[in-house]
């Protein structure tokens, strides 16, 4: 799952891009990138290993400068996280960035190098560059996307530039990842494409509205608009996007991120006080940050006292996106802090986003345990993850998966929690309120062909051991 953002119409592009990269910064922070270009042509790329806020000086956003460009924050999903997978890709002429995951990767790559073309990486996003960079000069922007639609399986958003013709922007024909397109009025006007309308609004642009799934839209240069369906299935927006990897200052598909998390919240407090209305809770924490409006909004529910009880060292990132399970852990070593006053000789009730691999919850549990509390019970505003992700969250194998295989019970057991408590996926659907959603990490029901995605799978795991090996 990664960040990504275009601007045409200003006076500096390269700016606009770095500042949006900063409210995306949530989506990915293994690298970033941005591709400018003025009105009459000259690209210009920067891009680095990090954060924005390392990776892009003063001197560097001026240099780059454009009328145009796209930018990207990596989470890596796919490839070994060396620097040639870093985004934009750029072909001298077009430059995409890309957020998601091409399920038939492997095998489409395999084709193409049969047909004598080489790549530079090991990244899916590549590969989608170089067949809509080909079509694209054979056909224009829409047989382009046709292209891309037609050959590639999974779950996209993508951004590009086109130099000193125009931006694009398109989503995969069910819509799986998010792309909000937004407007700038007045005498600066402009467009802007990004993956959260946070990114839109920081920089001035209004939201217009979200991509409709399997639509292009092309800018150019005279900020005219094209846009159409080229193909567009059942759509199927991403749930975990609403629960864990948005900003809580978004909104999508007209949701607000904000508005979703609290009533997970309330759902979970009347799941508490109508299944176990003795368990005598004394204080009620989140985990930061994501699930701080749930666990408020469950704390007035149940009349229970909210307190921070853990602190997040604010310079450790989002430990579910690193690109290791070994760093993950690591991470999680100094990330969260107890606040003993808070915890010791209380009965706990920690509220979380989602438990995926278990290694933070049963860390957090033993966390408060040694610091004095007497019972802890774990919620989650997310149901049992059973099922892996083919679209770009990082749980590709079923084996990783904590609930995979297991009943809610063992998972207690597991992570040593004395009540472990999981929203309910009717409920879940029914607070995002978006009829299609993709709930497949779920239910097992993928929007997609899921033909190729062993294939996938297995090639992930080859980088994941290259990743650690390197």
Known sequence: ????????????????????????????????????????????IFKGKGLALDIFSEETIRDLGGFMGIAHNRYPTAGVGDSTEYQPFSDGEVSIAFNGNIINYPSLKSAIEQQGRKFCSSSDGELLLCIFADAYRKGGFFHAVREVQEKLVGGYSVVGVVEGKGIFAFKDPNGIRPLIMGRRGGPDVGYAFASESIALSVDGYNSLRDLRNGEAVFVGSDLKIESKVIIGRDHAPCIFEYVYFSSVESVLNGMPVYSVRRGLGKALANKVKELWPDMGIDVVIPVPDTSRPAAVSLAQSLGVPYEEGLVKNRYIGRTFIMPSQKIRESALKVKLKPIESVIRGKNVMVVDDSIVRGTTSRRIVRLLRDFGARKVFLLSTFPPIRHPCVYGIDFTNENELIAHGKTIDDVEREIGADRLVYMDPDALGRIVGINGICMACLNGIYPTSMDHAREMQEQRLKDKGRMVEG
Not at 1 to 30: N, W
């Open 1 to 44: 799952m990664c960040g990504i953002f275009a601007v045409i119409g200003s006076s500096q592009a390269a700016a606009e891009l770095y500042i949006g990269l900063t409210h995306l910064q949530h989506r990915g922070q293994d690298a970033a990138g941005i591709a400018a270009s003025d009105r009459s042509g000259g690209l210009r």
